[in-house]
C-alpha cells in the first residue's frame, strides 16, 4: 500500500505538470486573441517555461536533497496550484507569464524530485525502466487530456471572451488533490552524502559532466529531443505545407504522434519488465527508421489537397505519426540507466543535469529542424532524421558498455 500511494502521487504530480506545461501552445493562441499580444510577444511565454525550468535545475537540483524529496514537491504544487487560482481574477498577459515562470520553477522541483524517488522504489535497472516508462506514459497522458480541457472552456461564439482562464479554478482544484496525496504519501527522506556543504553539492552536479558515462547521456539525450522536437513541432506544418490539408486536419492528426508516444511509453514500461533495455531500445531505432523510410515516399506534394476530413487524408498522414510508438520509450529508458548506474546520492543532481539538457536540447532540436525544413522542404528535413537515429544507435552501444563496466566495477568493489 505504502508503494501504491507513493507512485499514485508523482503520477498525479506529473498528470497535473503535463497539462499545464503543454497548454503554452493553446495559451499563446488565446493570448492573441483576448489580449491582442503581438505573435513575439506571445511566444514569449515558451521562453519563461523552459528558461526557468533549466535554470531552477541547474541551481536547485544538488540541494534538493537537503529539504526532501516530499517537501520540494509540496513546495512546487503549493506554488502552481496558487498562481492557478489568481489568474482567472487579475486576467492580464503579464499574469500569464508570472504562471509559466512559475510552472517552470515549480516542474524542475517536482521532476528532480519525482526521478530520485523513482530510484528509491527500484532495486535494479529493470524494475527502474519499467516504472519510468510508466509515470512517462501518464505524463503523455496528461498531455493529451489538457487539449480537451482547456478546449471545453473555450468559448467558440466570442473568441475574445476571457471566461477560457476559468479552466485554472479546476486546473487549482486538481493541484489541491494532488498536494493532498503527497501529503499522504510515504516518502522517504534521501540519503545524505558524506560531503553536507551546498557548495561541495552544486560542485558535485558539476563534477558529473567530467564522466564519460554522462558525456554519452547528454549527447544521447540531445539526439533524441532533435528527432522528438523535430517531428513534434514541424508535423502541423508538414501535413499543412507538404501534403496540403487544411489546417484543421493537419493539427487534428498531429494528436495521433501524442498518442503514439503515450501508447508506447505505457506498453514499454511492461515489456521492460520482462526483457533487457538494450536489444529493446535497438529494435526501437531500426522501426523508427523503417517508418521514415516506408512512409515518407508516400508524402507526395499535395497529397492531400481536397481533404476536409481525417477520413480523406493520404495514407503518409497517419503513418508518419506512428514513429511515436517506437521512440517514445528512448528518452525514459536513457534517464533509466543513467541514473541506475549512479549512487543514489547523485541521482537529484543528475536529474537537474537531464532536465537542464532537455530544456535546451529541445529548444535546439527545433531551430535546427526548422532551418532545415524552410532550405531543403519538409521530406528532406524528415529524411534527415535518419542521422540522429543511425548516431543514437552508436550512442546506445557506448552507453550500454560504459554503464556496464561502471556497475561492474562498483559491483567488485
Not at 517531428?231 to 498531429?254: D, H
Not at 495514407?315 to 549512479?342: D, E
Request: proline share 5%; hydrophobic share 55%.
Amino acid at each position: 500500500m505504502p508503494r501504491i500511494l507513493i507512485i499514485a502521487a508523482i503520477a498525479a504530480s506529473y498528470y497535473v505538470f503535463a497539462i499545464l506545461l503543454n497548454s503554452v501552445g493553446t495559451v499563446i493562441l488565446q493570448s492573441i486573441t483576448s489580449f491582442e499580444v503581438s505573435k513575439p510577444d506571445a511566444s514569449t511565454l515558451e521562453g519563461f517555461k523552459d528558461l526557468s525550468i533549466a535554470l531552477v535545475s541547474f541551481l536547485v537540483a544538488s540541494f534538493i536533497p537537503r529539504v526532501g524529496y516530499k517537501v520540494a514537491m509540496l513546495v512546487g504544487l503549493a506554488m502552481v496550484g496558487v498562481l492557478c487560482a489568481l489568474l482567472p481574477g487579475i486576467a492580464e498577459f503579464w499574469m500569464i507569464k508570472v504562471l509559466f515562470a512559475g510552472v517552470g520553477t515549480a516542474f524542475a522541483l517536482v521532476k528532480v524530485s519525482v526521478y530520485a524517488i523513482i530510484g528509491q522504489l527500484s532495486p535494479d535497472t529493470r524494475s527502474h525502466s519499467s516504472l519510468m516508462n510508466t509515470i512517462e506514459g501518464i505524463f503523455m497522458l496528461g498531455v493529451l487530456s489538457g487539449y480537451w480541457v482547456f478546449s471545453a472552456f473555450i468559448d467558440e461564439v466570442n473568441a475574445a471572451s476571457l471566461s477560457w482562464l476559468n479552466v485554472y479554478y479546476l486546473l487549482a482544484a486538481i493541484v489541491a488533490v494532488t498536494f493532498l496525496l503527497v501529503c499522504l504519501a510515504p516518502i522517504d527522506k534521501p540519503e545524505k552524502s558524506n560531503d553536507t556543504g551546498s557548495g561541495a553539492e552544486f560542485l558535485a552536479m558539476l563534477k558529473l559532466t567530467y564522466q564519460p558515462l554522462v558525456l554519452i547521456f547528454i549527447l544521447s539525450i540531445f539526439l533524441y529531443v532533435l528527432i522528438e522536437q523535430g517531428i513534434g513541432s514541424w508535423l502541423p506544418t508538414f501535413n499543412r505545407e507538404v501534403l496540403g490539408l487544411p489546417v484543421n486536419v493537419s493539427i487534428q492528426i498531429t494528436s495521433i504522434f501524442a498518442v503514439s508516444l503515450a501508447v508506447g511509453r505505457l506498453l514499454a514500461g511492461v515489456i521492460l519488465a520482462r526483457v533487457n533495455w538494450f536489444p529493446f531500445l535497438t529494435v526501437c531505432l531500426i522501426m523508427m527508421a523503417a517508418i521514415m523510410v516506408l512512409s515518407l515516399p508516400l508524402a507526395e506534394d499535395g497529397a492531400g489537397a481536397g481533404a476536409t476530413s481525417w477520413l480523406q487524408a493520404p495514407v503518409a498522414a497517419f503513418l508518419i505519426p506512428l514513429i511515436g510508438l517506437t521512440m517514445a520509450p528512448i528518452y525514459p529508458v536513457i534517464n533509466s540507466v543513467m541514473l541506475s548506474a549512479l549512487p543514489k546520492v547523485q541521482h537529484a543532481p543528475m536529474t537537474g543535469l537531464i532536465v537542464v539538457f532537455s530544456a535546451l536540447g529541445g529548444t535546439t532540436g527545433s531551430i535546427i529542424t526548422g532551418y532545415v525544413f524552410e532550405a531543403m522542404g519538409g521530406q528532406r528535413a524528415f529524411y534527415l532524421s535518419l542521422i540522429p537515429i543511425g548516431l543514437i544507435m552508436l550512442t546506445l552501444y557506448l552507453f550500454k558498455r560504459v554503464s556496464g563496466q561502471l556497475t561492474g566495477t562498483e559491483a567488485t568493489a
